[in-house]
């Protein structure tokens, strides 16, 4: 049973930076897929960050250029460094990863920002 632990989040300035993290445990970890996703209120959850086995990441189009998406081997999870953070940004931040063909989610961290 794989276990996602997300932190870093709290509230910040519109402009501001913001540090997630997350941590995983209990897996195999044999595909080493992991994603942040985010879902504001009202609204759908929507992909902002992931990173494959082989290094190779993709991002949301409104986070190109201000977010990025790293791994941390230590805790065996990703970090997730937000910059110029926009009031729009607001919302839930959920880890997501893959492991034997299942998929996981964390329980996710908020990020108010405040404009």
């Known amino acids: 049973q794989v276990r996602l632990v997300e932190s870093g989040g709290g509230l910040v300035q519109a402009g501001g930076s913001l540090r997630l993290s997350c941590a995983a445990s209990?897996?195999?970890?044999?595909?080493?897929?992991m994603g942040w996703y985010r879902q504001a209120p009202g609204q759908q959850r929507e992909l902002v960050a992931r990173i494959s086995g082989g290094g190779g990441t993709n991002y949301g189009d409104s986070v190109k250029g201000r977010f990025t998406i790293s791994r941390d081997h230590a805790k065996n999870g990703v970090d997730l460094q937000m910059n110029s953070l926009k009031a729009v940004a607001t919302a839930v931040y959920y880890c997501?990863?893959?492991?034997?063909?299942?998929?996981?989610w964390g329980h996710g961290t908020q990020v108010p920002v405040s404009s």
């Open positions: 209990g897996g195999t970890f044999s595909c080493n897929y």
């Open positions: 997501k990863t893959f492991d034997s063909g299942i998929e996981y």
